[in-house]
Protein backbone atom coordinates (compact mmCIF):
# COMPACT_ATOMS: atom_id res chain seq x y z
CA UNK A 1 0.00 0.00 0.00
CA UNK A 2 1.30 3.69 -1.07
CA UNK A 3 2.42 5.82 1.98
CA UNK A 4 0.60 8.90 0.88
CA UNK A 5 -2.89 8.41 -1.02
CA UNK A 6 -4.91 11.13 -2.35
CA UNK A 7 -8.35 10.45 -3.18
CA UNK A 8 -10.22 12.44 -5.25
CA UNK A 9 -9.74 15.74 -4.23
CA UNK A 10 -11.57 18.67 -4.93
CA UNK A 11 -11.28 22.45 -3.96
CA UNK A 12 -13.38 25.18 -5.56
CA UNK A 13 -12.69 28.83 -5.23
CA UNK A 14 -15.19 31.13 -5.78
CA UNK A 15 -17.15 28.75 -8.18
CA UNK A 16 -13.61 27.92 -9.78
CA UNK A 17 -12.12 24.63 -9.61
CA UNK A 18 -8.78 24.76 -8.07
CA UNK A 19 -8.52 20.87 -7.92
CA UNK A 20 -11.01 18.57 -9.35
CA UNK A 21 -11.18 15.38 -8.31
CA UNK A 22 -6.78 14.95 -7.91
CA UNK A 23 -6.06 11.24 -7.35
CA UNK A 24 -2.60 9.80 -6.97
CA UNK A 25 -0.41 7.70 -4.62
CA UNK A 26 3.01 8.26 -3.46
CA UNK A 27 5.47 5.14 -1.97
CA UNK A 28 7.60 5.03 0.68
CA UNK A 29 10.98 6.74 0.08
CA UNK A 30 9.89 8.15 -3.25
CA UNK A 31 10.08 11.66 -4.53
CA UNK A 32 7.12 12.36 -6.29
CA UNK A 33 7.01 15.96 -8.51
CA UNK A 34 3.71 18.17 -9.35
CA UNK A 35 4.56 19.70 -12.57
CA UNK A 36 2.59 22.37 -14.59
CA UNK A 37 1.88 26.08 -15.20
CA UNK A 38 0.94 28.41 -12.87
CA UNK A 39 -2.00 28.15 -11.54
CA UNK A 40 -2.71 24.62 -12.20
CA UNK A 41 -3.32 23.57 -8.67
CA UNK A 42 -0.47 22.07 -7.42
CA UNK A 43 0.64 24.31 -4.55
CA UNK A 44 -3.10 24.10 -3.43
CA UNK A 45 -3.05 20.55 -3.27
CA UNK A 46 0.61 20.47 -1.20
CA UNK A 47 -1.45 23.23 1.41
CA UNK A 48 -4.34 20.41 1.33
CA UNK A 49 -1.91 17.54 2.37
CA UNK A 50 0.12 19.67 4.64
CA UNK A 51 -3.36 20.38 6.60
CA UNK A 52 -3.17 24.46 5.86
CA UNK A 53 -6.04 24.26 3.52
CA UNK A 54 -9.48 22.55 3.68
CA UNK A 55 -10.36 20.24 0.71
CA UNK A 56 -13.99 20.47 -0.44
CA UNK A 57 -14.35 17.27 -0.72
CA UNK A 58 -11.83 13.92 -1.08
CA UNK A 59 -9.63 12.48 1.74
CA UNK A 60 -5.97 12.59 2.00
CA UNK A 61 -4.38 8.90 3.58
CA UNK A 62 -1.01 8.73 4.92
CA UNK A 63 0.23 5.54 6.40
CA UNK A 64 -2.95 3.96 6.18
CA UNK A 65 -4.69 6.82 8.47
CA UNK A 66 -7.38 9.73 6.90
CA UNK A 67 -5.96 13.24 8.16
CA UNK A 68 -9.03 15.21 7.28
CA UNK A 69 -9.51 15.69 11.16
CA UNK A 70 -5.55 15.67 11.78
CA UNK A 71 -4.22 19.72 12.75
CA UNK A 72 -0.89 20.53 10.47
CA UNK A 73 1.10 20.66 13.36
CA UNK A 74 -0.06 16.87 14.43
CA UNK A 75 0.74 15.28 10.81
CA UNK A 76 4.71 15.51 11.37
CA UNK A 77 5.29 16.75 7.90
CA UNK A 78 8.40 19.47 7.27
CA UNK A 79 7.73 22.05 4.52
CA UNK A 80 10.04 24.16 2.46
CA UNK A 81 8.87 27.30 0.72
CA UNK A 82 10.15 29.68 -2.29
CA UNK A 83 11.62 32.38 -0.40
CA UNK A 84 12.68 30.08 2.31
CA UNK A 85 10.84 31.64 5.27
CA UNK A 86 13.94 31.79 7.58
CA UNK A 87 13.84 33.91 10.95
CA UNK A 88 16.22 36.81 9.87
CA UNK A 89 16.38 37.47 13.75
CA UNK A 90 17.90 34.18 14.41
CA UNK A 91 21.33 32.41 13.24
CA UNK A 92 22.03 29.56 11.06
CA UNK A 93 21.47 27.25 14.25
CA UNK A 94 18.59 28.68 15.81
CA UNK A 95 16.99 28.51 12.45
CA UNK A 96 17.46 24.79 11.80
CA UNK A 97 17.00 24.09 15.70
CA UNK A 98 13.50 26.22 15.38
CA UNK A 99 11.24 22.74 14.88
CA UNK A 100 13.16 20.80 17.78
CA UNK A 101 12.63 23.23 20.42
CA UNK A 102 9.03 23.81 19.75
CA UNK A 103 8.97 20.15 20.88
CA UNK A 104 10.72 20.85 23.88
CA UNK A 105 13.54 18.58 22.49
CA UNK A 106 17.15 18.00 25.26
CA UNK A 107 19.86 21.05 24.65
CA UNK A 108 21.92 17.64 23.88
CA UNK A 109 19.77 16.68 21.20
CA UNK A 110 19.36 19.86 20.04
CA UNK A 111 23.17 20.47 19.43
CA UNK A 112 23.83 16.79 17.76
CA UNK A 113 20.92 17.06 15.10
CA UNK A 114 21.90 20.76 14.24
CA UNK A 115 25.13 19.91 13.82
CA UNK A 116 24.29 16.48 12.04
CA UNK A 117 21.52 18.25 9.66
CA UNK A 118 24.23 21.16 8.84
CA UNK A 119 27.05 18.22 8.39
CA UNK A 120 24.24 16.79 5.71
CA UNK A 121 23.85 19.78 3.85
CA UNK A 122 27.44 21.02 3.66
CA UNK A 123 27.15 24.12 6.12
CA UNK A 124 29.21 22.63 8.81
CA UNK A 125 30.44 25.01 10.87
CA UNK A 126 28.01 27.92 9.85
CA UNK A 127 26.27 27.85 12.80
CA UNK A 128 26.41 30.84 14.15
CA UNK A 129 26.07 32.50 10.71
CA UNK A 130 23.53 35.79 10.03
CA UNK A 131 20.86 33.96 7.95
CA UNK A 132 20.91 37.56 6.54
CA UNK A 133 24.41 37.28 5.02
CA UNK A 134 23.76 34.07 3.20
CA UNK A 135 24.01 33.43 -0.33
CA UNK A 136 20.86 32.41 -2.32
CA UNK A 137 22.34 28.53 -2.04
CA UNK A 138 23.70 29.16 1.88
CA UNK A 139 19.69 30.00 2.43
CA UNK A 140 18.60 27.35 0.27
CA UNK A 141 20.63 24.38 2.75
CA UNK A 142 19.77 26.32 5.78
CA UNK A 143 15.96 25.69 4.76
CA UNK A 144 16.38 22.53 4.24
CA UNK A 145 18.21 21.37 7.19
CA UNK A 146 15.26 23.10 9.01
CA UNK A 147 12.75 21.09 7.47
CA UNK A 148 14.93 17.75 8.04
CA UNK A 149 15.65 18.40 11.36
CA UNK A 150 12.53 17.19 12.94
CA UNK A 151 12.70 13.89 11.06
CA UNK A 152 9.21 14.69 9.07
CA UNK A 153 7.55 11.12 7.87
CA UNK A 154 6.77 13.99 4.25
CA UNK A 155 8.98 16.62 3.33
CA UNK A 156 7.07 19.00 0.79
CA UNK A 157 9.25 21.21 -0.95
CA UNK A 158 7.16 24.32 -2.66
CA UNK A 159 9.21 25.35 -5.20
CA UNK A 160 12.68 25.03 -3.22
CA UNK A 161 14.69 26.30 -6.22
CA UNK A 162 12.79 29.03 -7.86
CA UNK A 163 14.05 32.36 -6.35
CA UNK A 164 17.35 31.10 -7.35
CA UNK A 165 18.70 31.87 -10.83
CA UNK A 166 19.31 29.08 -13.38
CA UNK A 167 23.16 28.56 -12.66
CA UNK A 168 22.48 28.14 -9.32
CA UNK A 169 19.44 25.82 -9.93
CA UNK A 170 21.01 23.60 -11.91
CA UNK A 171 23.91 23.19 -9.42
CA UNK A 172 21.77 22.67 -6.28
CA UNK A 173 19.14 20.08 -7.82
CA UNK A 174 21.90 17.80 -7.86
CA UNK A 175 22.70 17.94 -3.98
CA UNK A 176 19.02 18.11 -3.63
CA UNK A 177 18.32 15.06 -4.64
CA UNK A 178 21.34 13.79 -3.15
CA UNK A 179 20.53 14.44 0.45
CA UNK A 180 16.95 13.63 0.28
CA UNK A 181 18.03 10.35 -1.30
CA UNK A 182 20.54 9.72 1.82
CA UNK A 183 17.80 10.71 4.47
CA UNK A 184 15.77 8.51 2.65
CA UNK A 185 13.06 10.66 3.43
CA UNK A 186 9.75 10.18 1.20
CA UNK A 187 9.08 13.88 -0.62
CA UNK A 188 6.23 15.81 -2.24
CA UNK A 189 8.11 18.01 -4.45
CA UNK A 190 6.18 21.23 -6.26
CA UNK A 191 7.76 22.81 -9.46
CA UNK A 192 6.76 24.45 -12.85
CA UNK A 193 10.42 23.62 -14.48
CA UNK A 194 9.99 19.92 -16.34
CA UNK A 195 13.89 19.81 -16.62
CA UNK A 196 14.19 20.34 -12.83
CA UNK A 197 11.36 17.88 -12.29
CA UNK A 198 12.64 15.31 -14.00
CA UNK A 199 16.03 15.47 -12.64
CA UNK A 200 14.29 14.92 -8.61
CA UNK A 201 11.93 12.86 -9.51
CA UNK A 202 11.64 9.27 -8.93
CA UNK A 203 7.53 10.16 -10.76
CA UNK A 204 6.32 13.14 -12.01
CA UNK A 205 2.38 14.44 -12.02
CA UNK A 206 1.50 16.53 -14.87
CA UNK A 207 -1.29 19.04 -13.40
CA UNK A 208 -3.51 21.25 -15.80
CA UNK A 209 -6.34 23.03 -14.50
CA UNK A 210 -6.71 21.28 -11.16
CA UNK A 211 -7.15 17.67 -12.99
CA UNK A 212 -3.45 15.72 -13.19
CA UNK A 213 -3.05 14.43 -16.86
CA UNK A 214 -0.87 12.16 -16.32
CA UNK A 215 1.61 10.10 -14.16
CA UNK A 216 4.54 8.62 -15.06
CA UNK A 217 8.05 7.82 -14.35
CA UNK A 218 10.31 11.20 -16.07
CA UNK A 219 11.62 9.03 -18.97
CA UNK A 220 8.10 7.19 -19.63
CA UNK A 221 6.84 10.78 -19.71
CA UNK A 222 9.35 12.49 -21.74
CA UNK A 223 9.34 9.64 -24.25
CA UNK A 224 5.46 9.11 -24.32
CA UNK A 225 3.42 11.95 -23.68
CA UNK A 226 -0.45 11.13 -23.42
CA UNK A 227 -1.98 14.04 -24.58
CA UNK A 228 -1.28 17.19 -26.45
CA UNK A 229 -1.71 19.84 -22.90
CA UNK A 230 1.05 17.42 -21.64
CA UNK A 231 2.91 17.44 -24.76
CA UNK A 232 2.92 21.32 -25.31
CA UNK A 233 3.96 21.98 -21.33
CA UNK A 234 6.86 19.89 -22.09
CA UNK A 235 8.01 22.12 -25.04
CA UNK A 236 6.61 19.78 -27.72
CA UNK A 237 5.74 21.41 -30.89
CA UNK A 238 5.68 19.30 -33.82
CA UNK A 239 2.15 17.61 -33.34
CA UNK A 240 0.15 16.82 -36.71
CA UNK A 241 -3.47 16.08 -36.97
CA UNK A 242 -4.74 12.92 -39.12
CA UNK A 243 -6.73 10.22 -39.15
CA UNK A 244 -5.98 6.48 -39.01
CA UNK A 245 -6.46 4.27 -41.93
CA UNK A 246 -7.24 0.52 -42.83
CA UNK A 247 -3.46 -0.03 -43.84
CA UNK A 248 -2.33 0.74 -40.47
CA UNK A 249 -0.57 4.14 -40.83
CA UNK A 250 -2.06 8.01 -39.74
CA UNK A 251 -3.15 10.06 -42.87
CA UNK A 252 -2.17 13.82 -42.56
CA UNK A 253 -1.41 16.79 -44.39
CA UNK A 254 2.78 15.18 -44.04
CA UNK A 255 1.33 11.98 -45.91
CA UNK A 256 1.22 8.52 -44.33
CA UNK A 257 2.57 8.49 -40.69
CA UNK A 258 4.11 5.05 -39.43
CA UNK A 259 3.69 5.37 -35.24
CA UNK A 260 4.50 2.21 -33.32
CA UNK A 261 2.17 0.24 -31.50
CA UNK A 262 -1.23 2.16 -33.40
CA UNK A 263 -4.40 -0.13 -31.49
CA UNK A 264 -7.12 2.35 -32.45
CA UNK A 265 -9.69 1.33 -34.87
CA UNK A 266 -9.81 2.90 -38.42
CA UNK A 267 -11.24 6.21 -38.92
CA UNK A 268 -10.19 7.95 -35.80
CA UNK A 269 -9.15 11.22 -35.33
CA UNK A 270 -5.72 11.34 -33.95
CA UNK A 271 -2.82 13.49 -33.32
CA UNK A 272 0.86 12.24 -34.12
CA UNK A 273 3.73 14.07 -32.32
CA UNK A 274 7.08 13.93 -33.94
CA UNK A 275 9.49 14.28 -30.92
CA UNK A 276 12.25 16.91 -31.91
CA UNK A 277 15.22 13.96 -32.33
CA UNK A 278 12.96 12.37 -35.51
CA UNK A 279 14.17 13.85 -38.40
CA UNK A 280 17.91 12.69 -40.26
CA UNK A 281 19.18 14.05 -43.29
CA UNK A 282 18.54 12.19 -46.41
CA UNK A 283 19.71 11.69 -49.69
CA UNK A 284 20.37 9.37 -52.55
CA UNK A 285 22.81 7.44 -50.88
CA UNK A 286 21.01 7.38 -47.87
CA UNK A 287 17.19 6.48 -48.31
CA UNK A 288 14.40 5.63 -46.01
CA UNK A 289 14.25 2.96 -43.42
CA UNK A 290 10.70 0.78 -43.21
CA UNK A 291 8.15 2.87 -41.00
CA UNK A 292 10.13 6.51 -41.93
CA UNK A 293 8.24 9.15 -43.61
CA UNK A 294 10.36 11.58 -46.06
CA UNK A 295 9.12 15.34 -45.76
CA UNK A 296 10.40 17.59 -47.64
CA UNK A 297 10.98 22.00 -46.65
CA UNK A 298 13.21 24.78 -46.27
CA UNK A 299 15.24 25.94 -43.59
CA UNK A 300 14.37 29.38 -41.76
CA UNK A 301 16.21 29.62 -38.92
CA UNK A 302 19.07 27.49 -36.59
CA UNK A 303 19.14 28.08 -33.64
CA UNK A 304 22.64 26.94 -31.59
CA UNK A 305 20.94 25.16 -28.00
CA UNK A 306 25.07 23.77 -27.26
CA UNK A 307 24.59 20.57 -27.45
CA UNK A 308 22.69 20.59 -30.15
CA UNK A 309 21.18 22.82 -33.17
CA UNK A 310 17.27 22.95 -33.46
CA UNK A 311 16.22 23.68 -37.49
CA UNK A 312 12.77 25.34 -37.91
CA UNK A 313 11.77 24.43 -41.50
CA UNK A 314 8.51 25.36 -42.79
CA UNK A 315 7.64 22.24 -44.76
CA UNK A 316 6.14 21.86 -48.23
CA UNK A 317 3.09 20.64 -47.19
CA UNK A 318 2.66 23.43 -45.06
CA UNK A 319 3.28 22.49 -41.14
CA UNK A 320 6.07 24.18 -39.64
CA UNK A 321 8.44 21.94 -37.86
CA UNK A 322 10.91 21.81 -35.37
CA UNK A 323 13.93 19.26 -34.75
CA UNK A 324 16.93 19.04 -32.99
CA UNK A 325 20.54 17.76 -34.89
CA UNK A 326 23.38 17.13 -33.30
CA UNK A 327 26.99 19.07 -34.10
CA UNK A 328 27.74 16.01 -36.11
CA UNK A 329 25.54 15.27 -38.96
CA UNK A 330 26.75 18.71 -40.15
CA UNK A 331 23.23 20.66 -39.33
CA UNK A 332 21.80 22.74 -42.46
CA UNK A 333 21.89 26.53 -42.92
CA UNK A 334 18.83 28.66 -43.51
CA UNK A 335 17.80 28.51 -46.95
CA UNK A 336 18.72 25.43 -47.59
CA UNK A 337 16.37 23.09 -49.10
CA UNK A 338 16.11 19.55 -47.38
CA UNK A 339 14.81 15.85 -47.25
CA UNK A 340 14.58 14.55 -44.27
CA UNK A 341 13.77 11.32 -43.01
CA UNK A 342 10.81 10.96 -40.08
CA UNK A 343 11.64 7.77 -38.08
CA UNK A 344 8.54 5.57 -36.63
CA UNK A 345 10.32 5.12 -33.36
CA UNK A 346 9.90 9.07 -32.38
CA UNK A 347 6.72 9.12 -33.44
CA UNK A 348 4.00 9.26 -30.44
CA UNK A 349 0.16 8.80 -30.98
CA UNK A 350 -2.01 10.50 -29.11
CA UNK A 351 -5.67 11.71 -29.20
CA UNK A 352 -7.22 14.55 -31.59
CA UNK A 353 -7.93 16.16 -27.91
Same mark, same amino acid.
Request: hydrophobic letters at 40%; proline letters at 9%; one cysteine or more.
Given at each position: MALLEVMDISKNFGGIFALDKVKLHLNTGNILCLLGPSGCGKTTLLRI??????????????????????????????MMFQDFALFPHRNVFDNVAFALQIKNESRIRIDHRVKEMLQLVGLAGFET????RLSGGERQRVALARSLASEPRLLMLDEPLGSLDRVLRERLVIDLVRIIKNVG???LYVTHDHAEAFTVADVVAVMYNGRVEQIDQPEKLYHRPHNERVARFLGFGNLIRG?? !????????? @????????? $?? +??????????????????????ELHQGD??????????TFKGGH??? !????????? @????????? $?? +?????YVRLAIRSSAMVLMPSK
Open positions: IAGLENADNGSIIFDGKDLSRVPPHLRRFGRDVNVTTIV !TAGGGIKSE @LGILYPQNI $AV +PAGTDVQVLLRPEAARMINAKNTAICGTVKERFNL !TIPTDPGPV @LKFDFNHDE $AP +PVPGQ
